[in-house]
């Protein structure tokens, strides 16, 4: 029989999954460090190498594979994903593809660390005819990352709309 506080907590994050589809991506790993970086004046960006290890395979499944493939593969990594969740996002995402066209690539947008065990990557992921923007979250509750959200949406071109905009402030 299952603690519930674990059915509620998994019921929380598969409910916070569906609602928030189409936000932001996180990850976070540790800094790599290289006797190289160190001897050069300026040192490129940290590559977190666990989460962005996990992104990298999820892109590459999601162009030459599936859909359902490089979302059950990143998925893999939570144990408290709810499996009927997943194939309703997964559903939305196909639904979304066959509109907007073949994939073409991808962009790192931003990454963010709130802390050394919890990161976020945003990625413009391109398709024939329109982009998506792809969030990842990455949570280290000890030595593992795992995936702890994962949003998408093609909201991404009316945002930066609105960036543009006077807003009548100083």
Known sequence: MQNPLFKGAKAFVLIALACTIG??????????TTAAASTTA?????????????IEKF????????????????FKTNPLIDSNSLVKLITKIDTTRSIIGAYTGKELIVQRKASNSLILYSYLVKHQNQPLRFTFMFYKPKNDWVIYRLYFDDSISSELEQSAKITGKP
Request: proline share 8%; charged share 25%.
């Open 59 to 74: 892109f590459k499944s999601y162009d030459k594979e599936s859909t359902t493939k490089a979302m059950r593969d990143i």
């Open 42 to 54: 300026k040192a490129p960006a940290a590559v977190i190498t666990g989460p962005a290890t996990l």
């Open 23 to 32: 936000s932001k991506t996180f990850a976070q790993t540790k800094p790599a």
